[in-house]
């Protein structure tokens, strides 16, 4: 599963930008300010950059500038409201692979954070294998054996969790925060139902409850 960084100030823009993402599937963090922007970005664990130039520490061109002098390849997209072309070529030319102009439709943003992730992204990685369980990541598509299946975004994004820590027991507050995200109610039984449904998809016996913990998909 992608991992998208953040780095916007604005909280109303944060929260929607990274609600749209984790509906679609991602993984996101979000920051509020350069420093913390350029350190996580830094750090290699995130696919992909949604960068608002207007920070506070250091702002989104100094960012971009000391990333890519750093040797930092990751995709970066600027989000921003500054819209003279004379900012956009500074953006542009100091390493950016996309930008965007504030106000923007969601639909959008998601189509280019996926052009950009697309590109990145080898093709042997398109498919994810645990045993006889394939899990298409360009087509949403799931097989078990001869059944296939079309995963809805949720069914999807709960099956990649799985199936890239095969073996492993992921509580009901992880898939909880990775795919639905914090503001949901921990109390919620969502991720149960959820289980249900890809149970019916890929077999009732490839996903196992551990009573008072959560659920592991066996190898």
């Known amino acids: 599963m992608s991992r998208i960084l953040i780095a916007e100030d604005e ?25 913390a922007a350029y350190e996580h970005a830094r750090g290699r664990d995130f696919d992909l950059l ?8 250091h702002d989104g061109l100094t960012v971009l500038r000391k990333l890519r002098k750093a040797r930092v390849s990751l995709p970066v997209v600027i989000l921003t409201a500054r819209d003279s072309v004379s900012d956009i070529v500074a953006g542009l030319e100091s390493g950016a692979d996309d930008y ?3 106000p923007f439709a969601f639909d959008e943003l998601l189509a280019r954070v996926r052009l950009r992730l697309r590109r990145e992204e080898p ?7 645990v045993g006889d369980l394939l899990l298409d990541l360009r087509t ?13 975004a949720r069914e999807f994004a709960l099956a990649e969790i799985l199936m890239r820590n ?10 909880l925060s990775q795919v639905w995200g914090f503001d949901y109610d921990p109390g919620s039984n969502i991720v149960d139902v959820y289980i249900r449904y890809l149970r019916r998809k890929i077999g009732a016996e490839r996903v196992q409850t551990v009573r008072g913990v959560g659920y592991r998909l066996r190898a």
């Open 50 to 57: 949604i960068l608002d130039l207007g920070l506070p520490g």
């Open 166 to 175: 095969p073996d492993r027991v992921l509580s009901r507050e992880q898939l």
């Open 140 to 152: 949403r598509r799931a097989q078990a054996g001869e059944r296939v299946a079309d995963l809805s």
């Open 100 to 102: 965007m102009v504030k």
């Open 123 to 129: 093709p042997e990685n398109f498919l994810l294998r």
């Open 11 to 35: 909280a109303r823009i944060a929260s929607f930008v990274e609600k749209g993402l984790r509906r679609s599937g991602y993984v996101t963090r979000v920051v509020a300010d350069g420093v």
